[in-house]
């Protein structure tokens, strides 16, 4: 099919240099059905039709529209004329002074709208004149751009240069293996690969992070150690391995780490051995191939392609010889494969991809390139910036040789367990170990204790994480004790920290806060060998201010405490009066309940200093002064009369109390 008269007369120059308004609504057609029976004889029309198609909107195929009205059909320039690079989460457009590039074209038809890319072969006009950013895709077979990548990033970042240090000797920094990697064969696969076991010769390997959903995947056990480092039968792999030795092959390295060959799965010290080390095999490897797209390992990372250009448009130029410009879906992008997909879903991937230097996230239809100076997706669009860096991705393959400052460490750290408690676990005992490499890194740099989730010198902060709005009203406990009641670890679910204390807060706006508790004695019993790793029991003993406290369960949030959700606050009271909101941890909370001080914060503004105290709710669990936790509190003056106006535990004593 030949484009018609309107698509032929689009001129993708005038829109990149703005001699015709990209954002000028064009209308093509009167009807959706005029627009569906152009489609049959013009492809661009064809493939717009499509994709308004895959919408989850009825259209009325008679409905006449006017012109300029938005519920018309229009082409548009709406996708152009913006950076090549997306700031933040959406995309900014350009002033007039900067370069421009066209992305894409956009048609909107009544409730409808669909976009389609714009790309440029490498050696074009468009491309050479960076008027178009888009590129061809490749062949899945083709590994010129990943081998590129890499080595631009091996020549040029130093941010990415730099090794975690070794677990075992933290004060050198050196070369490092893991303790088994698969030797991944020739890339003629005249040889299968292997299970390579305690060489102690440093290689280069490249690590594998994927989804094990509930296929069955090939492990290795104390029953098939021996035959694995025989040989393991490429044909015996599911589809992600098989793929992850083909792409380990290609890319010019022999060595492979996958967590089910690497680490004897039903040997429990082997495994909390070699999951305590994360940091160090994550940190450490060349580059990670992430299967971003599959569910399972039975789905794969190298998915068919049709790179064949399908629709043409002219591109004229004065200087060389007119061109093309093509026409394709919208690919998905690296938010949709990588932030969105089902990797990203899965707790212990989270860590995976934070300590990675270097990742290649292997999309169902494109391959995208992270590192710790940028994005790249093979498309051609580029997300660039540091402004656009989430500010937990800084953690990832940190040296020593870094100069980090404590609260920034601490304050990335918050931010990961935020993400991280989003996330999904298939056994809820991985809790701690599917974030022990994090935890790792953060307790070298900073030379604090961990003590079950939280860290001994920030527990003003710590101590207070609370149920977050995102993930529904309430916590859920697991069926088995995983830590004590005052770690974000002892319940399942996506949490946040305090705001009002939290250094980032603070320093945005003009806060402090002060610390009330002293004497803290926190004891914590390891459930192995592994510092970061799972917790059989632990308690903390505090000397603060313990008042009881009335409450009242409410749907509706305090009017002054400021919520555009549904609350998940109660209302705290003391002798009748109302003093502050409570959020429980858990739903059915019921019985005698005491608030324990934690910190008071102010905030100073032009004309007044206004504070509120923060404590956590506690349950008690016998005699001696014995707690649980059951919530946090926030409790905002005024009290009542002067002597207790900004302190609601003004006539109780400091005591000593056990929190488990």
């Not at 229009?74 to 913006?82: A, D, Q, R, V």
């Not at 022990?436 to 920030?458: I, M, P, T």
Request: glycine share 6%; charged share 25%; proline share 4%.
């Amino acid at each position: 099919m030949s484009l018609c008269r309107h698509c032929t007369a689009i001129d993708i120059t005038s829109l990149v240099w703005g001699t015709d308004d990209p954002y000028e609504r064009k209308t093509h057609h009167s009807t959706f059905r005029e627009l569906k029976q152009s489609a049959e004889s013009c492809p661009l029309y064809a493939l717009f039709v499509e994709e308004l198609e895959k919408l989850d909107y009825e259209y009325d195929y008679d409905r006449i529209s006017k012109a300029g009205d938005f519920e018309g059909i229009y082409y548009t320039g709406l996708h152009g004329l913006f950076y090549s690079g997306l700031h933040g989460n959406g995309i900014s457009r350009i002033e007039e002074t900067d370069p421009k590039f066209l992305l894409g074209l956009t048609m909107m038809c009544q409730g409808g709208m669909a976009t389609v890319d714009i790309y440029a072969n490498e050696d074009s006009v468009a491309a050479t004149a960076q008027d178009v950013c888009g590129r061809s895709i490749r062949l899945i077979e083709d590994f010129t751009l990943a081998r590129r990548w890499i080595q631009d990033c091996l020549d040029n970042h130093s941010r990415c240069a730099s090794r975690v240090l070794n677990s075992q000797n933290p004060s050198i920094k050196c070369d490092w293996i893991p303790r088994r990697v698969i030797d991944a064969g020739p890339i003629d696969g005249s040889r299968e690969p292997y299970l390579l076991c305690d060489s102690g010769i440093f290689r280069q390997y490249v690590t594998l992070s994927h989804c094990w959903g509930n296929a069955v995947t090939i492990q290795t056990t104390t029953e098939t150690l021996l035959a694995h480092k025989d040989q393991i039968p490429l044909d015996n792999l599911t589809k992600t391995f098989r793929d992850a030795v083909m792409i380990t092959r290609n890319l010019g390295f022999s060595y492979l780490w996958i967590d089910s060959l690497c680490i004897i799965q039903n040997d429990p010290k082997d495994w909390e051995t070699e999951s305590a080390r994360m940091a160090d095999i994550y940190g450490n490897s060349v580059v990670t191939i992430a299967a971003s797209s599959s569910e399972n390992s039975q789905v794969g990372c190298l998915f068919p392609r049709d790179v064949t250009p399908r629709i043409a448009l002219n591109y004229p130029s004065n200087t060389r010889p007119a061109g093309f410009v093509y026409v394709r879906r919208a690919l998905k992008s690296f938010k949709e494969t990588v932030d969105s997909g089902p990797l990203s879903r899965r707790g212990w991937v989270y860590q995976e991809r934070l300590l990675s230097r270097r990742i290649l996230h292997y999309g169902q239809d494109q391959l995208h390139w992270e590192c710790q100076e940028t994005w790249l997706s093979e498309d051609g669009h580029k997300r660039v910036g540091s402004d656009h860096y989430d500010k937990s991705s800084t953690i990832p393959a940190i040296s020593a040789s870094h100069q980090v400052e404590q609260t920034s460490l601490y304050i990335d750290w918050y931010e990961m367990v935020q993400n991280y408690t989003q996330r999904r676990l298939t056994k809820e005992s991985d809790k701690f170990p599917a974030l022990s490499g994090l935890a790792n890194v953060v307790a070298r740099l900073s030379g604090d204790r961990y003590v079950a989730g939280l860290w001994e010198r920030d527990l003003m902060v710590g101590l207070l994480w609370r149920a977050s709005y995102s993930e529904g009203p309430r916590l859920q406990r697991p069926t088995a004790y995983r830590a004590p009641s005052w770690s974000w670890a002892a319940l399942d679910g996506g949490i946040s920290f305090d705001s009002e204390v939290n250094y980032n807060h603070q320093r945005l706006l003009d806060y402090s806060a002060v610390f009330a508790l002293s004497d803290i004695k926190i004891v914590i019993q390891l459930a192995g060998f592994d510092p970061f790793g799972m917790v059989e029991s632990g308690n903390m003993t505090v000397t603060g201010r313990l008042k009881q406290v009335e409450y009242e369960i409410v749907s509706e949030s305090w009017e002054n405490y400021h919520s555009p959700m549904p609350s998940m606050n109660d209302h705290l009271y003391s002798d009748g009066e109302f003093i502050g909101t409570a959020r429980f941890d858990e739903a059915g909370t019921h019985g005698p309940l005491y608030c324990l001080e934690v910190c008071t914060s102010y905030r100073n503004d032009d004309k007044r200093t206004t504070s509120q105290q923060l404590g956590l709710i506690l349950k008690p669990i016998g005699a001696n002064e014995k707690y649980c936790r059951v919530g946090t509190a926030s409790l905002r003056p005024p009290f009542g009369p002067p002597a207790r106006y900004d302190d609601w535990f003004y006539d109780v004593s400091r005591r000593s109390i056990t929190i488990f």
